[in-house]
């Protein structure tokens, strides 16, 4: 499985953005989850969307801002990102895996990384 990012970039607070998540290779059976990393800091969950039923799960920092989203003819991944804000800031990073719900926000669990892409909020 590849995962290639897309969709960062540079946006005042308030703004918003919408990265993307390519999948080449098995799609459907996975958990497709982003995870974030600001300088200095470890990587942290930001959303996941399971495999089979489509339920999403949503970090404490970003739930009612962001929306993630599979599209299985696309084979795409995205997050929406609205009302952003400055602690927003990260690399993001997409990621696959086969794993439980009580783990999905373990990047440890995670076999299929992209390779980031980076959003800065700042005005």
């Known amino acids: 499985v590849q995962l290639q990012a897309s969709g960062g970039g540079l946006v005042q607070p308030g703004g918003s953005l919408r990265l993307s998540c390519a999948v080449s290779?098995?799609?459907?059976?996975?958990?497709m989850a982003w995870f974030r990393q600001a300088p200095g800091k470890e990587r942290e969950f930001v959303a996941a969307?399971?495999?089979?039923?489509?339920?999403?799960h949503y970090a404490d920092s970003v739930k009612g801002r962001f929306t993630i989203v599979r599209d299985g003819a696309k084979r795409t991944v995205d997050l929406q990102m609205n009302s952003l804000k400055p602690e927003d800031t990260s690399v993001y990073y997409c990621?696959?895996?086969?794993?439980?719900?009580?783990?999905?926000?373990?990047?440890?669990?995670?076999?299929?990384w992209g390779q980031g892409t980076q959003v800065t909020v700042s005005s």
């Open positions: 290779g098995p799609f459907r059976a996975y958990t």
């Open positions: 969307i399971r495999a089979s039923g489509g339920t999403t």
């Open positions: 990621a696959a895996g086969t794993v439980i719900t009580s783990t999905l926000r373990e990047d440890s669990r995670y076999a299929f």
